[in-house]
């Protein structure tokens, strides 16, 4: 398990102290797939980079299997990471070395005799699909497969957690979806723990158990994605869920809107059509998207009701009768 208590990181400048995290506490269980989002200088890159010290916490502590990484000598400190592959969005990879020196580079490190890490690397390549590019160069290589060179080097030293800094943010949604799928399948058949940050709803909707909603360096909401994204209790949740769509810009001549959520049974129900038909009432749909999380779809809409106090009325009223869950959508969201 890691545990992250109470931590705090500032950067000195000439003039004053810049606070990158504010008083974050977060556990991620063994096993899990954990997600950390938001938007660009949130701090989430800082926040997984304190999991491992590359960034060293102002105050707070990091806890690695109930052992605080700020108590480990330099020397026992090395020694834990190498428990803890990291990926990044750049691939920093070797690029005047092969891809199989480029796995090897860890164990090098580690000075694993030189057969025992050919060994090591060409299993690794067959696990990310790789076994025909072991004497290639980074440069000969695609986004998706430079990617895949650096997860096979993240994993070359056996590691028990996986930190993922924006590790699809520079490929293609092909590639990305790849990636994803790959990584799933590491947690899957090695137990290997992994904590991605990313700034893309999808990416956590598509792999995440639960995450962790970062905004101003500060922790604001931390769930299972279900619930999240059914229902969001930060505004930074709600935007990076609707950030994609701009129902809010479109001009219309009707009344107030609602978002409204369903999941399970519902989704798979002709909920607004049900209730057009029985009401009689227009219902103009700005906005709907369905996401299938653990084979259950869920999904939210954006309405427009009618602009009749009445009429709106008799919409919102069928809405609570039949247990669908609406929050009004304000234009300033």
Known sequence: MIEIKNLNKSFKTK????????????KINDNEIFGIIGLSGA?????????????????GDVLIDGVSLLSLS??????????IGMIFQNFSLLEQASVIKNICFPLEIAKVKKDERIKRARYLLDVVGLSDKENSYPSSLSGGERQRVAIARALSTNPK??????????????????????????????????????????????ICDRVAVIDSSSIVEIGNVKEVFINPKSKMAHDLLLRNHNSKHIETSGGERVRVTFDGLLSKEPIISNMILELGLPVNILYADTKDIDGIIYGHMILELPKEEDEKKKILLWLEKHN???KEEKEDV
Do not use: W
């Not at 003039?15 to 977060?26: R, V």
């Not at 701090?43 to 105050?59: A, D, M, Q, W």
């Not at 800094?165 to 899957?188: F, G, M, R, V, Y």
């Open 15 to 26: 003039d004053k102290d810049i606070i990158a995290l504010s008083d974050i506490n977060l």
């Open 74 to 83: 330099k020397k026992e400190l090395l020694e834990k990471r190498r428990n």
């Open 161 to 206: 957690y996986l930190l993922c800094d924006e590790p699809t943010s520079a490929l293609d949604p092909q590639n990305t979806s790849q990636i994803l799928s790959l990584l799933k399948e590491i947690n899957k058949n090695f137990g290997v723990t992994i904590i991605i940050i990313t700034h893309e709803m999808k990416v956590v909707e598509d």
């Open 324 to 326: 669908i869950s609406y």
């Open 43 to 59: 701090g989430k890159s800082t926040l997984v980079r304190t999991i491992n010290l590359l960034e060293r916490p102002t105050t």
